[in-house]
Nanobody
Framework: QVQLVESGGGLVQAGDPLRLSCAAS????????MAWFRQASGKEREFVGF????????YYADSVKGRFTISIDNAKNTVYLQMDRLRPEDTAVYLC???????????????WGQGTQVTVSS
């Protein structure tokens, strides 16, 4: 069992940076693939990126590649999503997820946080 709590969302201007955090609890946290998804109002949940804790491999959606970075602080059981050069189209609820397989489909992930709202004004 893994519990996830996101934080760090807010209202920013286009071009600004923002860092989201996902605090995880559970003894088997280190064995999970950690991913970020986002869901804009009226749209389907969209893959942002994931990190494979064993080895640190990361993978990102084309829409965020080069602007977003996922990292982990194992001592704090926390996953971060550093978002740079934000755009209005990045506006969404951002959700942290944990799963056993490194894939881009949200249907495969077992555990989810409640989400944090990110709004980017133009």
């Amino acid at each position: 069992q893994v519990q996830l709590v996101e934080s760090g969302g807010g209202l920013v201007q286009a071009g600004d940076p923002l860092r989201l955090s996902c605090a995880a609890s559970g003894r088997t946290f280190s064995s999970y693939v950690m991913a970020w998804f986002r869901q804009a109002s009226g749209k389907e949940r969209e893959f942002v990126g994931f990190i494979v804790q064993s080895g640190g491999r990361t993978y990102y959606a084309d829409s965020v590649k080069g602007r977003f970075t996922i990292s982990i602080d194992n001592a704090k059981n926390t996953v971060y999503l550093q978002m740079d050069r934000l755009r209005p189209e990045d506006t969404a609820v951002y959700l942290c997820a944990a799963g056993r397989i490194a894939v881009t489909s949200y249907r495969v992930y077992n555990y989810w946080g409640q989400g944090t709202q990110v709004t980017v004004s133009s």
